[in-house]
């Protein structure tokens, strides 16, 4: 019999297999929060008098059992059992008997499925922030090597002045630090704690919810309880707009390194073990790597909107419509985390090509530097403008190569030790080392 299961009812299979859908199968992924759930509710419970000292020590043990069997990959969802928190009840309740199915109280599926979702999205949010890290690091590390290593620069796909290795990796760099604070904000809207809002309008009992919210290591609670019940969905949508942005970054990355290692630009390499192959041009040494990393962070761009249109037009309170947003976000943090690390396996192996500028297809990219020069020597700057302009008209210019870059974020001074500061700061901001001693007090107790 379902929790929600009325004496004497029955429902159709059909329409059980439609709404239950995928639930079981991703509702493994929340089960570890479950449990971290039920252990904060269960303290709570005690301290309001629902549940006696004794009864509290046998649902921790119990609970704690199933902990160490969902670590170990022997948790399964029974056939039968339509989610994680009926699995768990049903688990308590066989061996516990009453006290198991006293654990429900003051509460409903729909604030437990929040809690769960909550704990879930925050903990895979700072996966997602340990691997973009991950990335930044490699891609500093690159500035730094290649800091000499001039690039021509574009604007319009035209040449338009020189750049640098160093720049173009440090500006990737610098790009995943404002990644790093839209993670940071989905982080915060996941750091609220639901728990005690029931199916949305509250309980009689005299829940102590701030318990809760301590002992889950959450920054604090969502007071309302119907708010509480309508952060679902926009919890998850924040989670998705932030890996779309990180995505954004990701893919126009991987658009330089499809355009730089073509044969027309050939400013890097690949090597062989990062390349496929043409089953008829044995010439083709083609970036499928690069190419692929663009398409599926460019599928990631348009995951905010199936939140918004799952959402669209829903009053207040709780709809089943929901249940979807699971299927939505769940597998989007598999994918942006397994593009992190394909991105910085690409980047660590990538070769860049020494002295491109020294090629004359590049003189032009030098005529700002000539224009300076004169502006210098007292020519006011649009005279000086129009002088160079004249002198390429008839073929009199000659490129000055000699760069003179020194303000802040230019060739000649990356401030890469800066942009590494203040990534350093936006992840110290998430303080994950106090969530994560909340949850190991809460599984120890």
Known sequence: MKL????????SEKIEKFTVGKDREMDLHLAEFDVLGNLAHAEMLQTIGLLTADELEALRGELKQIYQLIENGGFVIEDGVEDVHSQVELMLT????????????????????????????????????????????????????????????????????PSSFGLWFGAYAEGLIDDVIQLNAAYRLASRNPLGSGAG????????????????????????????????GRTEQAALTAISSLAATVSRLAMDVCLYNSQNFSFITLPDELTTGSSIMPHK?????????????????????????????????????????????????????????????????????????????????FSVERVNELVINGVPFRDAYRQVGAEIGDGSYTAPRELK?????????????????RMKREIAVFE??????????????
């Open 4 to 11: 929600w299961q009325k004496e004497n009812t029955v429902t």
């Open 94 to 161: 066989r061996k516990l008997g009453d006290t198991g199915k006293k654990i429900h109280s003051g509460r409903s599926r729909n604030d437990q499925v929040l809690v769960d979702m909550k704990l879930y999205t925050r903990a895979r949010l700072f996966e997602v922030v340990q691997a973009t890290e991950k990335l930044f690091d490699v891609l500093a590390s690159r500035s730094e090597e290649h800091k000499n290593d001039l690039l021509p620069g574009y604007t319009h796909l035209q040449i338009a002045m």
């Open 201 to 232: 309008y509250g309980s009689s009992f005299p829940l102590n919810r701030q318990l809760t919210t301590d002992l889950l290591g959450f920054e604090g609670m969502h007071y309302n309880v119907v708010y509480a019940q309508m952060s679902r």
């Open 285 to 365: 040494k083609n970036p499928d790597v690069a190419e692929l990393l663009r398409a599926k962070t460019n599928r990631m761009k348009a995951l905010p909107m199936e939140v918004t249109m799952v959402l669209s037009n829903l009053p207040s309170g709780y709809h089943r419509d929901m249940q979807l947003l699971k299927e939505i976000l769940m597998p989007a943090f598999d994918e942006i985390l397994e593009c992190l690390d394909i991105a910085a396996f690409m980047l660590e192996n990538m070769k860049v090509k020494q002295n491109l500028l020294d090629d004359p297809k590049y003189d032009l990219l």
């Open 405 to 421: 870059h020194t303000h802040e974020g230019s060739i000649g001074n990356l401030q890469t030790d800066k942009i590494r500061e």
């Open 432 to 445: 994950y080392d106090k969530v994560k001693k909340a949850l190991q007090d809460l599984i120890r107790q």
